[in-house]
């Protein structure tokens, strides 16, 4: 039987209302009793972001995990989960990105909460990102993959990459030409997502230069909930707490 959906049965009407006290104070004060952070403080409201954003649902999307053989439904996720979206040739922006949910990772392993988080990195590249060349480049970046924890998603095809990573997620990409060149890059958005267990957005950060104490922190709190209730689901990124949304 699915945790949650026991968790929800237990004593009926008391069990959700056991979930409201453990957590969703401040969701309920702002009016989303989906969510356990506060809504950050930005200019456009979720519904008029062209993605994703505080208090809505991510997209029914389930993806291969090449390292691991197998596929992962992200709303089916049973711990907070992080979640951004790479290519492994780049030379910028994705390896900060990358660096900066290794860096979570770390602290997760040496602080004792390892179980309770999960690192979705997801390529846009999946013509040169296949599970030997994501397992290279774990090691290039000091990536602890063999970790359960850890999942490289990677979509089957480039127009599935376009149809779930830019259409679904909303975080856009586009190759260089000539399209034959072996070393070709992408001019692309950068969005990491933090989402509780439920499938909801606690935060969409749009920023290239992360604060991994911000969401170590945000992190922290999602975890308290998820501890107390089983009841939460972390899909995430990075922080910037004006870009915040």
């Not at 453990?22 to 972001?49: F, K």
Request: net charge negative; hydrophobic share 35%; proline share 7%.
């Amino acid at each position: 039987m699915d945790r949650r959906n026991y968790l929800r049965g237990i004593a009926g009407v008391g069990a959700l209302a056991t979930a409201g006290c453990l957590g969703s104070t401040l969701s309920l004060r702002d009016g989303n009793p989906n969510v356990t952070l506060p809504e950050p403080e930005r200019e456009y409201t979720s519904e008029e972001l062209p993605y994703p954003a505080w208090g809505q649902r991510v997209p029914d999307v389930t993806l291969p995990a090449p390292i691991a053989s197998q596929t992962v439904t992200i709303r089916a996720i049973e711990t907070p989960s992080i979640v951004t979206f790479f290519y492994s040739h780049c030379q910028t922006v994705c390896p900060i990105l990358i660096q900066t949910i290794r860096n979570i990772q770390t602290d997760a392993i040496e602080s004792d909460y390892i179980d309770q988080v999960t690192f979705l990195p997801t390529t846009f590249d999946p013509q040169r990102d296949d599970a030997a060349r994501l397992r290279e480049y774990s090691e290039m970046m000091n990536i602890a993959v063999d970790d359960a924890s850890w999942q490289f998603l990677r979509p089957t095809s480039p127009e599935r990459a376009k149809a779930t990573v830019e259409k679904e997620f909303g975080v856009t990409f586009e190759r260089t030409h000539p399209d034959d060149m072996d070393m070709y890059m992408f001019a692309h958005s950068a969005l990491t997502y933090l989402i509780n267990t439920d499938g909801y957005v606690e935060r969409a950060y749009r920023t290239q230069t992360p604060d991994i104490n911000q969401m170590i922190r945000d992190l922290e709190t999602l975890r308290k909930r998820w501890d107390g209730v089983g009841f939460s689901k972390l899909l995430v990124g990075l922080c910037l707490p004006v870009e915040a949304w």
